[in-house]
């Protein structure tokens, strides 16, 4: 499939939303059209206010051949269409939500850092209790429902599906990383810290900061060797793990780490007291719902 954009325009909408007895105003919006038969990406803002981009589902190659060992086999992967943040979580939502942030670098546009895994997936719920969704996560045993409604943390399939946005190299520009300046905050151009978010260049499907500023956590339990395994629909991840995986390499990560390939993994501080470092931070993915899948088809 090859998706790159073609045209922009914008196509304001209003709606009201009310939740939990809150009146919540909603729903700028605006499309964009990328050159496919078949596939658009749509921009959107949910009622808690959050900027989401809707994926269609596709297929793409996985992993590399040419990286790092747990990077192989590169590998076929379908994806059902999903709807990702267009940034990673920023200091605001949690403000907005009263939710904890211990984000060692403040700014109300900064994406939180020094986040567990275990309090990523409770945001996620949290979202979707303001919205009005199902909540996907146990908040006892973080085992995830991916058939609720509601917001929930990546598959390390959707996060590089959502990062490569139809690319099949190692950086969304390319194979090596000479456009890396424009596109990501990293150890090259950070100024040992994190930055605002969308200050670099959006990706093909309009998505910004996959690569750099904070290391984003996925669902998935990390395995070195899960990419000889994997199944080709909708991977989900080994069943049990002591860590999880994190992608996309962070304001402090080498060239080499912010690509669309590099694996990370760290524990998510389920069942322990540790502290997440400076360079974690994560975006939610939800399911669509009937009437958003027909606008991506
Ligand atoms: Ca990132």
Known sequence: MDLRRVTHHSVAACCMVTVAGMALTACNESSQSI?????????????????????????????????EADA??????????????????????????????????????????????????????????????????DEATFACNFEASGYRLPTEAEWEYAARAGTSTDYPFGNGPHKLQSHACYAGNSAKQTSRAGQKKPNAWGLHDMLGNVAEWCHDVYSETYFQESPGVDPRGPASGPQRVIRGGSWKSSEGACSVIARMADVPGIADACFAQDTYGFRCVRRLSEEERDRVE
Not at 101 to 120: L, M, T
Request: hydrophobic residues 40%.
């Open 35 to 67: 050159a496919s038969t078949h596939a658009t990406a749509v921009d959107i803002t949910t009622p808690s206010g959050v900027q989401i981009v809707l994926i269609p589902a596709g297929e793409f190659w996985m992993g590399s051949d040419q990286g």
């Open 72 to 137: 192989a086999p590169r590998h076929l992967i379908r994806v059902s269409p999903f709807a990702i943040d267009k940034f990673e979580a920023l200091q605001r939502e949690f403000e907005a939500l009263q939710m904890p942030d211990g984000s060692h670098f403040k700014g109300d546009d900064r994406p939180v850092e020094q986040i567990r895994w275990s309090d990523a997936a409770l945001f996620c719920n949290e979202r979707s209790r303001a919205e009005g969704l199902e909540t996907c996560y």
